[in-house]
């Protein structure tokens, strides 16, 4: 597969970077590790780390209001793999941020729960079960070319 061994980062754009960053940073907690700037000092992008190697990128300055809908040509949403979903919902509604829909099983044997952030961007929390289909699927890619 061409050498690729992960996806490194997602990068959104957004109409208000302090209220992103408010967002994703401040309530979801992941921390802010660097910035880049144009010449002119203003912020070019906002490096937040999901994990050592997985990062979103936030760019300021978005043309529209709101992330296209759900239907829309381009990405559909992002997902963040979680351990513990209904300890990370509880603390998410403590946070301020409300869910777009609880927890609940998904067509693939995972649980999921889903959030919106600021610019309409949408969230997938997904909690993955022993015998999901994605982990189904690996363990037959693993013997089919063992």
Not at 2 to 28: M, Q
Not at 58 to 69: H, L, Q, S, T, V
Not at 117 to 130: K, V
Request: hydrophobic fraction near 40%.
């Amino acid at each position: 597969m061409l050498g690729v061994v992960g996806i490194g980062h997602v990068a959104i754009k957004v109409t208000d970077l302090d209220r992103s960053l408010d967002f994703y940073r401040d309530r979801l907690g992941f921390p802010e590790m660097l910035r880049l700037k144009h010449d002119n000092g203003e912020t070019w992008l906002v490096y937040l780390r999901i994990t050592d190697d997985q990062y979103l990128e936030i760019f300021p300055g978005a043309e529209n209001d709101r992330a296209p809908g759900w239907n829309a040509n381009g990405v559909n949403h992002m997902c963040f793999t979680i351990e513990d979903l209904e300890g990370t919902t509880e603390r998410i509604k403590a946070a301020g941020i409300a869910l777009t829909s609880e927890i609940k099983p998904g067509l693939d044997g995972n649980r999921q729960a889903w959030i919106e952030d600021p610019d309409g961007n949408r969230i997938e929390l997904m909690e993955m079960a022993q015998d999901c289909l994605q982990l189904q699927a690996i363990r037959r890619l693993h013997q089919e070319h063992a």
